[in-house]
Every structure is written in C-alpha cells, then in structure tokens.
C-alpha cells in the first residue's frame, strides 16, 4: 500500500474507503494503516507488551495503550512499515497477567507477519480469520 492520500482534484473524483476508482477507471489506493490491532482483556501493561512484541517488525504503534480502565486497546502501525523483516527478534517482554484476546486487521502479509511475531513472544491460540478483498482479520487468544 503506497502512495498519498487521494484529494479531490479538478477532475472532480476522490477517495474512496480504502480503494477506490476514480472516473477514468484508474484504481486509486489510499495511504492509510497498514495493521490495526485491537485488544481486549488483560491490562494496558499487556496491551503495550502486546503492541512492542509488535514493533520490531511494524515499527512504532501510533500510540501506546495507557488506560487501565479501558476495556478495548488499539494500536494502529502506519502504512509502509511492514517491509521489516518478519523474522526480527523482539526483547524479553515477560509474562501477560491475564488471557488477551487480539484482533489483527490488515493486508494479508501484514496480518500474517503479525501473527508471526506474536506467536514467537507468547503462547497463542489462533481463533480463526475472515478475509475480504484486500484485507484480513483474524483473531488470536494470547495466554499469560
């Protein structure tokens, strides 16, 4: 996923959600994120323990879990950072307190690149996933 977000020009055609045509059949692709990760269960320690496992081949999250009351964290990684490679080793992150369950949306490689770099810091139990189009999802159980 490359390129700037699409403005409306004098030609009079615009972005769509994700991908678009524009009126002279031209596909158009949106700068936009490239994995959005949302969790649930656990801390917001698990959370950022969750989105640093992340980093190493995804770089920074926009932002980082803060709030112990939250019931839902997400973190999104911009676009054009997947090109890391998949096989970089995270640091010693330590132990979830607590099962969080983890949603990962993005590109295919994006979704599958992350599943791999959780799996190697935690226990994981796939839950399954839902493809679209351009885009997957899936779900992973993460245990303490």
Request: glycine letters at 12%; a negative charge; hydrophobic letters at 35%.
């Amino acid at each position: 996923m490359g390129g700037r977000p699409f403005q409306r020009s004098a030609e009079g055609y615009t972005k769509r959600e994700r991908y678009g045509v524009d009126i002279r059949g031209v596909l158009l692709t949106m700068s936009g994120p490239e994995l959005t990760v949302t969790l649930s269960g656990g801390s917001a320690d698990d959370a950022q323990k969750v989105v640093r496992a992340l980093e190493p081949a995804f770089g920074p999250a926009d932002d980082l879990p803060a709030d112990d009351h939250a019931s839902v964290h997400t973190a999104t990684f911009a676009d054009g950072t997947a090109d890391r490679p998949a096989g970089t080793e995270q640091g010693h992150l330590g132990h979830l307190s607590a099962p969080v369950t983890v949603t990962v949306q993005g590109t295919p490689n994006a979704v599958e690149a992350a599943s791999d770099m959780l799996s190697r810091a935690f226990p994981l139990h796939d839950q399954g996933s839902a493809s679209g189009d351009q885009e997957q999802e899936r779900q992973l159980l993460l245990a303490p």
